[in-house]
């Protein structure tokens, strides 16, 4: 996982949350997430330009327009993220991680399903672990 930013607060919120989570969910949300950008401009919602209060987000990095495939990506808009406190920066940075890693746990790759032979329509059968509820 690269971080993209010179935003100290950025930086230290996520070394915090990476720091305070166990050991193996932080392993997967570091190969799950590519990378950590920063946008320094309020981004606008829908056609009627309200802005978007979202102080980061877990969106998918595409590499190209005609490829299906991505990875993920925390955006951080900074207008947003500056006004919380240095323990809120932290929950938010929580949060995002915690969608990361709920994401993670309900995706298949193409490659994966290329292997498996999946085709669309197809019933499969999923087993799903919850030994790390809290």
């Not at 607060?9 to 920063?38: C, D, G, H, K």
């Not at 207008?79 to 995706?107: D, I, T, Y």
């Amino acid at each position: 996982m690269r971080i993209e930013t010179r935003s100290r607060m950025i930086v230290e919120a996520t070394a915090t949350t990476l720091r305070l989570m166990p050991a193996e969910s932080r392993r997967r949300i570091q190969e799950f997430v590519r990378v950590i950008r920063t946008r320094a401009d309020y981004q606008m919602l829908g056609i009627g330009g309200e802005l978007d209060p979202a102080s980061a987000v877990l969106n998918p990095l595409y590499e190209s327009l005609s490829d299906k495939t991505y990875d993920a990506q925390v955006i951080v808009t900074l207008p947003v993220f500056r006004l919380f406190s240095k323990e809120a920066q932290v929950g938010v940075m929580a949060v995002v991680w915690g969608r990361g890693h709920r994401g993670l746990e309900s995706v298949i790759t193409r490659r994966s399903a290329e292997e498996m032979n999946l085709k669309p329509g197809d019933t499969v059968t999923a087993m799903v672990n919850a030994d790390d509820c809290r």
